[in-house]
């Protein structure tokens, strides 16, 4: 089995519990897509759908990075808002879709009641669009893109990337690739150039390899469609 019990102690009840992980030790990248998901080999669980953890007894959620990681003040809108209306749901078992689905729109909640930065909701919006792709739900894949990219660009413009724990030149990446999955080209290579042109992209050698085939990508469907254009005229 590539599944454990990964014991844990909610920071904002107190409880102990026990919560579903994949084995990172059974894990081997088969694929990657362009904006990050890792496809794995001869696995029956997917990590993604695992990422969110959600105490059974008081209803907080989070990313598992961040799941310990939560200020006096959060704890405390945690206990007004959820922990004190909230009617038992256990998610620590095996997830479905739909299970990994409410887990994360528990979180995505959740993060928005404690003011949680615009990078880190970006964040739980992309892998909400993940596991939509993973069962090929194209259109919910898509309604999440677009709320991870409306995140991420805010993010870029108004947030201290670094401060937050986040890369920018990945961010910048990643909102050039959510731009081209949804339509707009030429957005997409305006911030692929941007990425490739920034002095620190040396320090992050994968996402300049893949920004640059993406302009590569980007530039050879523009030259395919002026000559399509060219022979409509002719």
Request: charged share 35%; glycine share 4%; net charge neutral.
């Amino acid at each position: 089995m590539c599944i454990y019990k990964k014991k844990l102690e909610c920071p904002v009840c107190k409880s102990k519990f026990e919560t579903t992980k994949v084995k990172s030790s059974k894990l081997r990248v088969e694929t990657m897509d362009t904006d990050l998901f890792k496809r794995f080999k001869d696995v029956e669980e997917h990590p993604i759908k695992y990422e969110v953890i959600m105490c059974p007894n008081c209803g907080y959620s989070a990313i598992e990075k961040h799941f310990e990681n939560i200020s006096k003040r959060g704890i405390a809108i945690i206990k007004e808002n959820i922990m004190y209306k909230w009617i038992k749901q256990d998610y620590t078992d095996v997830r479905d879709k739909q299970d990994a689905i409410k887990a994360y729109k528990f979180a995505l909640y959740e993060a928005e009641l404690m003011k949680k930065s615009k990078v880190e909701l970006g964040g739980i919006c992309l892998r909400m669009a993940w596991v939509n792709r993973l069962y090929g739900d194209i259109e919910n894949e898509y309604k999440y893109l677009d709320m991870t990219l409306k995140l991420y660009d805010k993010a870029y413009m108004e947030e201290d990337l670094m401060k937050e724990g986040a890369d920018e030149i990945t961010i910048g990446y990643l909102i050039g690739d959510i731009n081209e999955r949804l339509g707009n080209k030429k957005e997409a290579l305006r911030w692929m150039n941007k990425i490739v042109f920034d002095r620190s992209i040396s320090q992050n050698r994968t996402i300049e390899k893949l920004a640059r085939e993406k302009i590569e990508t980007l530039k050879s469907e523009d030259v395919e469609q002026e000559d399509e254009l060219q022979a409509q005229a002719n």
